[in-house]
């Protein structure tokens, strides 16, 4: 699949069926989030990976519960799009990892703002190398105050100097969503 072709095809995906990612796929998805561009090519990631859909799915409930019993003291909780967010994680059905067969956690190991930006760079890559693949993938950012938690970094394994960016599901899709459509870019043209 050409480049972009996997931008206007990658859609967030909820729905999984019961196929694994495989290691290997896993680690070619890293391969290509590691291009990504970084500030002064400090290449400040780590990746944390889940490969056991139970432990996805253990892990999934568990943010969840968390989340519904401290909600408001997390940055979500206080932002605008709090009392949404609230409503999605009070939502029995909604499973916060749809049963993905994988989680693949983007980790900055610098507090450096530029350093989690860098991280999302990479993030983007991982999707759109997913999506040229056949495989789904969903940012849970919902997650992330979870999986921060220096109880759940030490529980994962994952160093208690790295924070959390970007939680990404990944599996083969039940079906590919449907475009919601982009609004139109507003660019001002300066000379």
């Not at 350093?115 to 983007?124: K, V």
Request: charged residues 25%.
């Amino acid at each position: 699949m050409e480049v972009i072709e996997a931008i206007n095809k990658r859609r967030a995906v909820r729905d999984y069926v019961d196929r694994p990612v495989e290691r290997s796929t896993v680690e070619r998805l890293i391969h290509a989030a590691v291009q990504a561009p970084s500030a002064m090519n400090l290449q400040p990631w780590a990746f944390a990976v889940v490969l056991s859909r139970d432990r996805v799915h253990g892990y999934g409930s568990r943010a969840k519960s968390w989340l519904l019993a401290n909600f408001e003291q997390t940055p979500l909780g206080r932002s605008s799009e709090g009392p949404r967010l609230r409503q999605i994680l009070e939502d029995k059905e909604r499973l916060l990892f749809y049963n993905a067969r994988a989680l693949v956690i983007i980790l900055a190991r610098s507090p450096d703002a530029q350093s989690a930006e860098d991280c999302c760079l990479a993030a983007e890559n991982l999707m759109l190398a997913a999506r040229a693949e056949g495989i789904g993938s969903c940012w849970i950012g919902l997650s992330r105050p979870w999986l921060d938690l220096a109880t759940t970094k030490r529980e994962l394994g994952i160093p208690e100097s790295h924070s959390v960016v970007a939680p990404i599901l990944l599996g083969y899709p039940k079906e590919w969503p449907e475009p919601h459509g982009r609004n139109p870019a507003e660019i001002h043209w300066l000379g």
